[in-house]
């Protein structure tokens, strides 16, 4: 059995103190995501690819390789461990690439 602290900051019992603080706390001051370092992407109108570090995919590629891609440009915080990257759509707008990104983190010590 776990010996249960008090959280320095709400006074919650907790098995896992980080800095002294319960994961509600710390995860209030310190978000799973440190940095979301940029990510350059360039879609070509002509060929319809879109260039990540000068090599051109196709969309469908891209759109697999996403996940690596954008999980070497995340800086977690302490305390947090990457699950799962998941890309819900991409969309390409002009020259513009967007696409939605759920990043699932999980909290342990
Ligand atoms: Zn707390």
Request: charged residues 30%; hydrophobic residues 35%; contains cysteine.
């Amino acid at each position: 059995m776990k010996f249960k602290r008090k959280c320095c900051e709400c006074g919650a019992l907790s098995s896992s103190l980080i800095d002294g603080k319960c994961e509600v706390c710390h995860r209030a001051e310190f978000p799973p995501i440190k940095e979301f370092k940029p990510l350059v992407l360039h879609f070509c109108n002509v060929t319809k690819k879109i260039a990540y570090n000068n090599i051109y995919y196709t969309e469908d590629i891209l759109f697999e390789k996403l996940p690596e891609i954008v999980g070497s440009k995340l800086e977690l915080n302490k305390g947090y461990s990457l699950r799962e990257i998941e890309i819900d759509e991409i969309e390409l707008d002009g020259h513009l690439v967007r696409f939605k990104v759920n990043i699932e983190c999980d909290f342990e010590l």
